[in-house]
């Protein structure tokens, strides 16, 4: 009989799981126990803040697109909190832009859903980049391009769509169709 007793949880790692998507969230907390981690949830970046004001994570996991304040915004919050925290970014809005922003933030790993749970624990593991990554044989394409420049703009206008559309000399309503577009087909 395997039984946890509470030294046990004490030597295991903590894990912060953030992320407004209530089945995807309960997934993977069931995913990441089974790898070892005592799972803490928010569904929110406040709420996440909250809780590792009180306990701080040695890991946690952010979704950065949510109701409230941005995965972006917890990222930094949390590494002013621990700076030896590990931090995977999640999104399904994956660009450049919020990639590298994550990482100068502090997180540690940036990966695109649908992802499982052993690319996150490998996420959680990796420090350095890797130089022998494959790089493409193909360039991005236009849509891409274009898309990655609308990201760029749209987060040094932290978020707003007004100010982005005015920067970008495009109708607010334009900007808003390409936004909604998925990103996963460019």
């Given at each position: 009989?395997?039984?946890?007793?509470?030294?046990?949880?004490?030597?295991?790692?903590?894990?912060?799981?953030?992320?407004?998507?209530?089945?995807?969230?309960?997934?993977?907390?069931?995913?990441?126990?089974?790898?070892?981690?005592?799972?803490?949830?928010?569904?929110?970046?406040?709420?996440?803040?909250?809780?590792?004001?009180?306990?701080?994570?040695?890991?946690?996991?952010?979704?950065?697109?949510?109701?409230?304040?941005?995965?972006?915004?917890?990222?930094?919050?949390?590494?002013?909190?621990?700076?030896?925290?590990?931090?995977?970014v999640?999104?399904?809005?994956?660009?450049?832009?919020?990639?590298?922003?994550?990482?100068?933030?502090?997180?540690?790993?940036?990966?695109?859903?649908?992802?499982?749970?052993?690319?996150?624990?490998?996420?959680?593991?990796?420090?350095v980049?890797?130089?022998?990554?494959?790089?493409?044989?193909?360039?991005?394409?236009?849509?891409?391009?274009?898309?990655?420049?609308?990201?760029?703009?749209?987060?040094e206008?932290?978020?707003?769509?007004?100010?982005?559309?005015?920067?970008?000399?495009?109708?607010?309503?334009?900007?808003?169709?390409?936004?909604?577009?998925?990103?996963?087909?460019?």
């Open positions: 009989m395997n039984t946890n007793t509470e030294k046990d949880i004490d030597q295991q790692p903590s894990l912060l799981l953030v992320d407004d998507d209530v089945d995807f969230l309960s997934a993977l907390a069931a995913a990441m126990v089974k790898r070892g981690f005592v799972v803490s949830l928010a569904n929110s970046a406040e709420n996440a803040l909250a809780q590792a004001l009180h306990e701080p994570p040695e890991f946690a996991v952010v979704d950065l697109k949510m109701p409230g304040n941005s995965g972006l915004v917890l990222v930094r919050q949390l590494a002013a909190l621990d700076a030896g925290i590990r931090i995977v999640l999104t399904g809005y994956a660009s450049i832009t919020t990639a590298v922003e994550a990482i100068k933030l502090g997180a540690t790993h940036y990966l695109a859903k649908p992802v499982d749970a052993d690319e996150i624990v490998a996420a959680f593991d990796r420090g980049g890797n130089a022998a990554i494959e790089l493409p044989a193909n360039p991005l394409s236009v849509d891409r391009l274009e898309w990655e420049h609308i990201q760029r703009v749209l987060a206008h932290a978020g707003n769509i007004s100010a982005t559309a005015r920067s970008l000399n495009m109708h607010r309503r334009t900007l808003q169709r390409k936004l909604g577009k998925h990103s996963s087909k460019i």
